[in-house]
């Protein structure tokens, strides 16, 4: 079952950071703690998200990936000073090639994965806040995409109402028939574009001082999610350019030591991909103490 998740009714500027600062670090870190925890917290929200289905998905397509891809890095990369063994074809086996394809294949997971989340929580609307007055034309083609494929529904199932539809028939028939819907569908797109053209003159839409309506508010929690993305963003970019975050595969394994400030780092790494998972948890919390409180009352 769906949950209803708390993370994505924060300030879609919240939502974007956030996103963009997990896919950063998981994408050009070779970290495998932080592919590791990256990985954890991508499913889990995923998990939280979209319930059975995240679980399908992960089973079914991320799992089978990811062997994929830890079974051809060390069939084609034989770097490595520890070879294990050696393969039919003559070329060594070597223990580094294994452990890299490990974390390649956790950190392909983890941004797909991510990205997958950010799909369902990132919605049009909130892009286009984000980017509409950047790039203006964004928001009409964002709008015009849905807009379209429910005309396109609309009419094949006209044409299929009046034995016209696209499916059905000889092969010339239905291409004719195809060809049809499509002549339909270019006359809507042009008559709608000039009538939208029209909507947007008569309400200013290019004039100076001109406002827009938005549902979104930056609150206090906000705020909060806010200063914790800059510590974390702060954390993370300092560990780089100090080495904190250093780790190689090739020709041996070698990374960064561990000492107590890199056991924080992983710390607030780990914390920051569970972050919204913890806003929902926190946010199922207090509604089942109301809930309890109610029902009591």
């Known amino acids: 079952m769906q949950n209803r998740d708390a993370f ?3 300030h879609p500027v919240i939502n974007f950071l ?3 600062l997990v896919l950063l670090v998981t994408m050009f870190c070779l970290h495998p703690i932080i592919l590791g925890l990256s990985l954890a917290g991508s499913v889990v929200y995923a998990v939280y998200l979209n319930g059975q289905r995240a679980v399908r998905f992960s089973l079914a397509f991320l799992l089978p990936m990811m062997l994929l891809t830890l079974i051809i890095n060390p069939s084609f990369n034989h770097q490595g000073i520890t070879i294990l063994t050696y393969l039919p074809t003559g070329n060594p ?3 580094e090639s294994i452990l890299y394809g490990v974390s390649a294949a956790a950190m392909l997971a983890a941004v797909i ?3 997958s989340c950010y799909t369902a929580v990132m919605t049009s609307d909130k892009f286009v806040y984000l980017f509409g007055r950047v790039i203006p034309a964004l928001s009409m083609t ?3 995409v849905p807009k379209f494929k ?3 529904h609309v009419v094949s199932e006209a044409q299929r109402c009046v034995g016209r539809d696209g499916s059905d028939g000889s092969l010339l028939r239905r291409i004719r028939n195809a060809v049809t819907i499509f002549s339909i569908m270019v006359t809507w797109a042009l008559e709608n574009a000039i009538e939208t053209a029209d909507s947007m003159k008569s309400r200013g839409y290019g004039l100076p001082g001109r406002t827009a309506f938005s549902i979104y508010r930056f609150d206090e929690r906000d705020k909060m999610i806010l200063l914790w993305l800059c510590f974390c963003g702060g954390v993370l970019g300092w560990s780089a350019l100090t080495g904190g975050l ?10 960064a030591p561990r000492t107590p400030v890199t056991v924080c780092l992983l710390l607030c ?4 991909c569970l972050t919204p998972v913890a806003i929902n948890v926190h946010a199922d919390l207090v509604w089942a103490g109301l809930h309890s409180k109610e029902t009591a009352t």
């Open 150 to 152: 429910a005309q396109l």
């Open 93 to 95: 086996l070597t223990l």
């Open 8 to 10: 994505s009714s924060c």
């Open 269 to 272: 790494w780990a914390g920051l």
């Open 113 to 115: 994965s991510w990205f």
């Open 142 to 144: 964002l709008r015009f």
């Open 18 to 20: 956030y996103f963009a």
């Open 246 to 255: 250093f780790w190689r595969y090739y020709p041996t394994i070698n990374g």
